[in-house]
């Protein structure tokens, strides 16, 4: 009996293996925030792995949207597309210039509309800073601002990692294109693509009016987290996980 039991287990065992073996996962297409790599999504690779296919994908090293979305190159006739921060502004730029090209998105952390004069004004100081005494990472202080959790050793560190890692010409060059962005949402509005926003309610970095405006007008799907973390891929990984499932 306790050999036919084993069989038994055995057999569903490698039934199981077969069928996610052979089973098509859903791919999704992850795009980076301004000065982040691969790691900014760690955990989600970390979760995500056996179910989805996700494919990392780098900004493309351009001055403005129009030529970076010439630069994604995507075999699928329609993909699903995961954007987070500056990568979500430009995931959303991407299906609104190509929205038979998409299928599903999922946009973390992005207010989809121009900068104010204020951010203008701090990022071209920023640059000039860069160009006339060089490169410098982020503080520590300046990242912890941007977790729930500022005394959180490990992420502060990696964020700093992933800042002094990518330099000063993807800096330079995605700081600038930053500051040419329009307000998408009337595109949004008038789009019939699925569109799920997940952000803070207390993330600085954000617009939050226009998410209100974006709320009041559209069918979008908005899901808020009350937090001040703008890096919620990072510190609040579970949540978005879940966002992901339900998104994708």
């Given at each position: 009996m306790v050999l036919n039991s084993l069989k038994i287990k055995l057999y569903f065992s490698l039934q199981?293996?077969?069928?996610?073996?052979?089973?098509?996962k859903t791919k999704i297409y992850l795009f980076p925030g301004l000065m982040c790599d691969k790691r900014v999504f760690k955990y989600i690779?970390?979760?995500?792995?056996?179910?989805?296919?996700?494919?990392?994908?780098?900004?493309?090293l351009e001055e403005n949207f129009d030529k970076m979305i010439e630069n994604?190159?995507?075999k699928e006739e329609k993909v699903n597309l995961l954007?987070?921060?500056?990568?979500?502004?430009?995931?959303?730029?991407?299906?609104l210039k190509y929205p038979k090209k998409v299928d599903n998105l999922l946009i973390l952390s992005a207010s989809c509309c121009?900068?104010?004069k204020n951010e203008i004004a701090f990022r071209k100081k920023a640059?000039?800073?860069?160009?006339?005494?060089?490169?410098?990472?982020?503080?520590?202080?300046?990242?912890?601002?941007?977790?729930?959790?500022?005394?959180?050793l490990k992420l502060i560190n990696l964020i700093f990692d992933m800042y002094q890692k990518m330099g000063e010409t993807y800096f330079l060059t995605h700081m600038n294109a930053s500051l040419k962005r329009k307000?998408?949402?009337?595109?949004?509005i008038c789009s019939n693509l699925n569109f799920n926003f997940c952000y803070s309610n207390k993330d600085s970095l954000i617009n939050q009016e226009w998410f209100e405006n974006l709320k009041n007008k559209s069918n979008c799907n908005l899901n808020i987290i009350n937090s001040t973390s703008h890096m919620i891929t990072l510190d609040k990984s579970v949540f978005?996980?879940?966002?992901?499932?339900?998104?994708f």
């Open positions: 199981l293996i077969l069928i996610q073996l052979f089973m098509k690779y970390f979760y995500l792995k056996n179910e989805y296919e996700l494919i990392y994908m780098d900004i493309p994604l190159n995507f954007g987070f921060s500056m990568g979500g502004y430009l995931a959303t730029y991407f299906a121009a900068l104010s640059i000039s800073f860069v160009k006339e005494f060089g490169f410098k990472p982020l503080s520590r202080k300046k990242i912890s601002s941007l977790l729930e959790n500022k005394d959180d307000d998408l949402t009337e595109e949004i978005i996980v879940d966002e992901i499932r339900r998104a």
